[in-house]
């Protein structure tokens, strides 16, 4: 029930900012803010083919986050870090998860996802 009432509460915060939008396209947003950061990366294809099976025809406008991706480069450059589109992307599953939960938990050793970075 609580996966079901954090979408239905990011569904309806977004229904306020975004009251001219289609309630496919902000269904499918909170649906995916609140669960795509859950899944391993092999799982994502599947994901959102099922979610493509769900909304057909449904296509998501790219969220404006120049702000948000200046101040990640900030800080992985302050913390001589190296940029990866991976890193990057799942810094922002992070801050969307933020947004439709008052809680959560960061599961793993720091880095653990660096064997994504291992094939670059």
């Known amino acids: 029930m609580r996966a079901v009432k954090s979408v239905l ?3 309806g915060n977004l229904k306020r900012v975004y009251t001219k939008e289609n309630e496919y ?3 499918l947003r909170s649906i995916n803010d ?3 950061a859950k899944f391993l ?3 994502i294809p599947l994901y959102k ?3 493509q099976d769900l909304f057909p025809g449904v296509v998501l ?3 404006d986050y120049k702000h948000l991706l200046k101040a990640i480069e900030n800080q992985i450059t302050k913390l001589k870090l190296t940029t990866h589109e991976y890193f990057v992307e799942k810094i922002i599953q992070l801050y ?3 947004l439709v939960r008052h809680g959560l938990m960061v599961v793993g050793s720091p ?3 660096r064997h994504q970075f291992k094939e670059c």
């Open 61 to 63: 406008p790219t969220p």
């Open 41 to 43: 990366a092999h799982d």
């Open 49 to 51: 083919n099922i979610t």
């Open 25 to 27: 396209i902000l269904m």
């Open 96 to 98: 969307e998860m933020v």
């Open 111 to 113: 880095f653990a996802a």
């Open 9 to 11: 509460t990011a569904a």
């Open 34 to 36: 609140v669960d795509l």
